[in-house]
């Protein structure tokens, strides 16, 4: 073998069989392919042992992160919920207090003793009971309707210009029932903000009784010719009436009979009082 090593003569040249004298241990060679495969083999267990151990560790470092971040969004999750409790609390109370606001506003509406109109570009959006009661209807009947349907035709141009100007200053109109009917009234109205529109508010009057009281205070003046004696009244037919014959006539007023002191004492002296 050392001849053969030292002349660089390879073993595969001699005959088969051939025996040698100070060959190192063959086990190396006889089994280096084994060898080397488990070499290789041990080091690519190693390999994936390392790979794995880092693998290991950056899971085990990810899931403590994932921890923290849980923890941290559980401390997050619960400050939002205690913000958004403190939230809804404040809008459950101030939808409370806006709710009852509401029910104040029409509380005040309906107790007023005038008529109470809203409407929004011509359109009607809200009324009180004493506007329903003027007009003799539901409020079903009339929201959502237009404001000049329950003008009459004569005053429905009038009407228009004032809304449309925004005219505030207070007016003597015409206004029509759902009946049809037909009476004198007073408008006041002007612009107002309601629930987050710009509405305008009208406040409406029916002057019926009022003109009557003035055309019976008209009837009323002047020079009344009256009997020096039985204080009867000559209309202007010439005829005369008794005197609460003609007030009543021209007025609501009644009469109730009674004695005054002197004429007590005059017609009734031994009645005693």
């Known amino acids: 073998y050392n001849s053969l090593d030292k002349f660089g003569i390879k073993s595969s040249l001699l005959p088969p069989n051939s025996l040698f004298r100070n060959q190192p241990n063959e086990l190396y060679k006889k089994y280096k392919g084994l060898i080397l495969k488990s070499v290789s083999g041990t080091v690519l267990l190693l390999l994936i042992i390392v790979f794995l151990m880092v693998n290991l560790q950056r899971r085990r470092e990810a899931e403590t992160l994932l921890s923290r971040a849980n923890e941290e969004l559980e401390v997050r999750v619960e400050q939002r919920t205690r913000t958004l409790a403190s939230v809804n609390k404040e809008l459950t109370e101030l939808n409370a207090e806006l709710s009852d606001s509401e029910e104040r506003y029409r509380s005040l509406s309906n107790a007023a003793f005038e008529g109470i109109l809203l409407s929004s570009n011509g359109i009607i959006i809200e009324v009180n009971k004493p506007f329903c009661t003027m007009m003799n209807c539901e409020p079903s009947e009339i929201l959502g309707k237009e404001v000049l ?53 009208a406040s409406i009057r029916d002057l019926t009784e009022k003109l009557k009281a003035e055309e019976e205070i008209e009837a009323l003046k002047g020079i009344i010719p009256i009997c020096m004696h039985c204080k009867g009244i000559r209309d202007d037919k010439g005829y005369w009436n008794k005197l609460e014959n003609y007030i009543s006539k021209r007025s609501e007023a009644t009469f109730s009979h009674s ?15």
């Open 259 to 273: 004695i005054c002191d002197d004429c007590l004492d005059k017609y009734y002296p031994d009645e005693e009082e």
């Open 149 to 201: 349907d329950l003008v009459p035709a004569m005053e429905k141009e009038k009407i228009k210009r004032k809304v449309l100007s925004g005219y505030e200053e207070p007016y003597e109109t015409q206004l029509q029932k759902t009946d049809g009917t037909i009476f004198p009234a007073e408008v006041s109205a002007k612009m107002f903000n309601y629930k987050n529109q710009h509405v305008r508010v």
